[in-house]
Nanobody, 127 residues
């Protein structure tokens, strides 16, 4: 059973930066693609980005491109979401999820494809 624990959330001013971590235990980290999701108050959860087992990342929202960077450190069993130039509309609970897939260069943005989820970490961006 894989466990995912997010950390790094908090309160930051508009224009600031945060780095979220997703620490994984209980299984072979290298075998899982990681997807970041977020859920803003009153809105549905949406995918933010994903990173394949081979380390290729994809951002899903045009407004995030250039501001958000996803990467992983297999030696530390941890995935990261670096968020720069944060905006108030980035305020949300951020979740990481793991997808056991067998295609090194593929990662999914679909919630139904995820095998394991973290509990989430709250990011609040003040204006």
């Amino acid at each position: 059973q894989l466990q995912l624990v997010e950390s790094g959330g908090g309160l930051v001013q508009s224009g600031g930066s945060l780095r979220l971590s997703c620490a994984i235990s209980g299984g072979p980290f290298n075998n899982y693609a990681i997807t970041w999701f977020r859920q803003a108050p009153g809105k549905e959860r949406e995918s933010v980005s994903c990173i394949t087992t081979s380390g290729t990342s994809t951002n899903y929202d045009d407004s995030d491109k250039g501001r958000f960077t996803t990467y992983r450190d297999n030696a530390k069993n941890t995935a990261y979401l670096q968020m720069d130039s944060l905006k108030p509309e980035d305020t949300a609970v951020y979740y990481c999820a793991a997808d056991r897939n067998y295609v090194p260069d593929y990662c999914s943005r679909s919630e139904s494809a995820m095998d394991y989820w973290g509990e989430g970490t709250l990011v609040t961006v003040s204006s």
